[in-house]
């Protein structure tokens, strides 16, 4: 039995992705489609990976205090990368 795993993923992955998108338009000079890609890993990188295998399953086991706590840290961890790539670019740019 080898067992079919394509259904397990990072529920960070998506609440990342869509943070991002969402914050892009603040940083107009970090909107290419690279740049985007390595503020989702630096944010990533910052939180506890949550694997799971149905969004559903997720919601059910996480009481309310902890829904809120993960929403504030992915928040945190998104506007953390923003500004690491932002510096990061400035001082390439010096360079």
């Known amino acids: 039995m080898t067992g079919d795993f394509s259904s397990i993923y990072n529920h960070h992955e998506r609440a990342v992705t869509t943070a991002v998108r969402n914050l892009a338009p603040?940083?107009?000079q970090l909107v290419s489609e690279?740049?985007?890609a390595d503020i989702a890993c630096v944010a990533l990188n910052r939180l506890p990976p949550r694997y799971?295998?149905?969004e559903v399953d997720f919601a059910f086991y996480l009481t309310d205090r902890e829904r809120i706590e993960n929403e504030r840290a992915i928040g945190?961890?998104?506007a953390?990368?923003?500004e690491f790539v932002q510096a990061r670019s400035a001082m390439k740019a010096r360079g």
Do not use: G, K, Q, S
């Open 80 to 82: 953390f990368a923003f």
């Open 26 to 28: 603040r940083y107009p």
């Open 76 to 78: 945190e961890a998104v």
């Open 52 to 54: 799971i295998r149905h």
């Open 34 to 36: 690279d740049m985007l």
